[in-house]
T-cell receptor, first 115, second 114 residues
């Protein structure tokens, strides 16, 4: 059973600062991870996918993966009020021949960027 | 091309009635997933389809829930004898294949059982 843990927050960060979101997971076999952003009343949208140890940067977003410690994080630089949302992490589903898991999401971290 | 679409966007029903939720995935996506999100809760995986086949139905909350997919495209999630605890947003997602690749979510169906 895969488990994904996130601090539910709310995490309040001043505008322009770096927001740091963390996620730990229980399945040591998980190889890659998604970060989704979900605005209130909207459906999740993908913002990052990472499969290698280390950092992956995309604009103001940096995902960090440490498989040995079983955590993945998301950094948002120069935080904007429009970044205020819930951020969900999920290990990629695996197809085992007998079945595949849907994504097991953490409960998400509610991020608030204060103007 | 068009994204994942779901209908209806909102559904209000009375306890005990049956409801049918529809999902139309992105064209060419063979994998389709159903999730449920209750108010203030995380996303709960319900069932997935690879083509028209749903190999694992253990994620469905009860035997009142069923799902089917025809023609490798549209899927319907049916809830029989709805209960108030079924009230939630039901989200559908699709991906190119199961077990890999990004899942793209539809806008969801907001179900309220009175």
């Amino acid at each position: 059973q895969k488990e994904v843990e996130q601090n539910s927050g709310p995490l309040s960060v001043p505008e322009g600062a770096i927001a740091s979101l963390n996620c730990t997971y229980s399945d040591r076999g998980s190889q890659s991870f998604f970060w989704y952003r979900q605005y209130s009343g909207k459906s999740p949208e993908l913002i990052m996918f990472i499969y290698s140890n280390g950092d992956k940067e995309d604009g103001r977003f940096t995902a960090q993966l440490n498989k040995a410690s079983q955590y993945v994080s998301l950094l948002i630089r120069d935080s904007q009020p429009s970044d205020s949302a819930t951020y969900l992490c999920a290990p990629e589903g695996r197809y085992s021949g007998g079945g595949a898991d849907g994504l097991t999401f953490g409960k998400g971290t509610h991020l608030i960027i204060q103007p | 091309g068009a994204g994942v679409s779901q209908s209806p966007s909102n559904k209000v029903t009375e306890k005990g009635k049956d409801v049918e939720l529809r999902c139309d995935p992105i064209s060419g996506h063979t994998a389709l997933y159903w999730y449920r999100q209750s108010l203030g809760q995380g996303l709960e995986f319900l069932i997935y389809f690879q083509g028209n086949s749903a190999p694992d139905k253990s994620g469905l909350p009860s035997d009142r829930f069923s799902a089917e997919r025809t023609g490798g495209s549209v899927s319907t999630l049916t809830i029989q004898r709805t209960q108030q605890e079924d009230s939630a947003v039901y989200l559908c997602a699709s991906s190119l294949a199961t077990g890999s690749g990004t899942q793209y979510f539809g806008p969801g169906t907001r179900l309220l059982v009175l």
